[in-house]
Each structure stands twice: as structure tokens, then as C-alpha cells.
């Protein structure tokens, strides 16, 4: 399974972005994107990476950090192996690179921790100016 994410850039305190991650490949049991949970997660120099938002795999449910609840949404097509996040009045300390991530066992427990994820994209920077 392969994760590549982009979208991101230097934006100015209050503005936008969208993040997007494509997903391709499928695991040694068969199984594709429209069966992982999906996530994102954030790394800002000096710190660990941090959960900030997850979807199971229908999309019905989703989970955020609470610092950016009412400021991000995840979304995603399963029709295009795709998941977003929408993100809308950025701060400075959402300066971050950020991750997408799947977990590609068969679960409906959607987990928040970095050990909860088997692959992992490369990471796109997000940087927030003020």
C-alpha cells in the first residue's frame, strides 16, 4: 500500500488549505483503500507526532484533535482512493508537516495513536505564517 499526500504550503494565519492523500496497492490479504481507516497526523520540529483527525472507512465516522475541532474536516472518495482534510483558520501552531496514514486491518475500532497505523505517506509541510 502506497500513500502519497499533497497540498501543501505557506499560508498566512486564517487562510486554507486542502490536504489530499491517494491511495494505491492493497495489502497481502487483498484488501483496498474503501476497507482502511484512515488518518492524519502532524510532526512539528522538536515534537512527537500528534493524531488530528480520522475516518472509518465509510466515512460515517470521525475524529479530531480537540484543538482543531470546528477548524478541520476529514473527508474521503472511495471512489478515488482518495482522503482530505480540509483545513480552514490555520494558526501558526498548526506549522507542521503532515501525514497520511492507514490502517489496513479489518476493524471498526478507529484508533488515534501512531502505533495504530501500518503505512504511513511521506509527509507534505504545511507552514503557517502570522
Known amino acids: 500500500v502506497q500513500l502519497v499526500e499533497s497540498g501543501g504550503g505557506l499560508v498566512q494565519a486564517g487562510d486554507s488549505l486542502r490536504l489530499s492523500c491517494v491511495a494505491s496497492?492493497?495489502?497481502?490479504?487483498?484488501?483496498?483503500?474503501?476497507?482502511?481507516?484512515m488518518a492524519w497526523f502532524r510532526q512539528a520540529p522538536g515534537k512527537e507526532r500528534e493524531f488530528v483527525a480520522a475516518s472509518n472507512w465509510s466515512g460515517e465516522r470521525k475524529y479530531y484533535l480537540d484543538s482543531v475541532k470546528g477548524r478541520f474536516t476529514i473527508s474521503r472518495d472511495n471512489g478515488k482512493n482518495t482522503v482530505y482534510l480540509q483545513m480552514h483558520g490555520l494558526r501558526p501552531e498548526d506549522t507542521a508537516v503532515y501525514y497520511c496514514?492507514?490502517?489496513?486491518?479489518?476493524?471498526?475500532?478507529?484508533?488515534?495513536?501512531?502505533?495504530?497505523?501500518?503505512?504511513w505517506g511521506q509527509g507534505t509541510q504545511v507552514t503557517v505564517s502570522s
Open positions: 496514514a492507514a490502517d489496513s486491518m479489518p476493524t471498526t475500532v478507529v484508533l488515534t495513536t501512531v502505533a495504530g497505523y501500518d503505512y
Open positions: 496497492g492493497r495489502t497481502l490479504d487483498g484488501r483496498t483503500f474503501d476497507g482502511y481507516n
